[in-house]
């Protein structure tokens, strides 16, 4: 069974920084795209981070420069490096991940971390 956990979260001041990080563990063939989400209380999910297996990333226009996603493909790990955070970055942050599982290497299946909360407050 293929987990996603997310760590790192919690309270920061306007200004700080965090880092998330989220592990994939259980058995299968390997790790496709894997990106970092975020839901506001009252908002939609939307996307924040995404780094493919190609090696290129891609960011939300209201984190550009601020935030870094970073990926350790041998300890299949990803990571959120965010600078310079904004009360309007509170949010519940979760890791998301196409995996190929071994029983079906050809398909790309989808899975989600239980999100770790981010609250950015003076």
């Known amino acids: 069974q293929v987990q996603l956990v997310e760590s790192g979260g919690g309270l920061v001041q306007p200004g700080g920084s965090l880092r998330l990080s989220c592990a994939a563990s259980?058995?299968?063939?390997?790790?496709?795209?894997m990106a970092w989400h975020r839901q506001a209380p009252g908002k939609q999910r939307e996307l924040v981070a995404t780094?493919?297996?190609?090696?290129?990333?891609d960011y939300a226009d209201s984190v550009k420069a601020r935030f870094t996603i970073s990926r350790d493909n041998a300890k299949n790990l990803v990571y959120l490096q965010m600078n310079s955070l904004k009360p309007e970055d509170t949010a519940v942050y979760y890791c998301?991940?196409?995996?190929?599982?071994?029983?079906?290497?050809?398909?790309?299946?989808?899975?989600w971390g239980q999100g770790t909360q981010v609250t950015v407050s003076a």
């Open positions: 998301n991940a196409g995996i190929r599982r071994l029983g079906s290497p050809t398909r790309i299946s989808d899975y």
């Open positions: 259980g058995s299968f063939f390997s790790i496709a795209a």
């Open positions: 780094f493919t297996s190609g090696g290129s990333t």
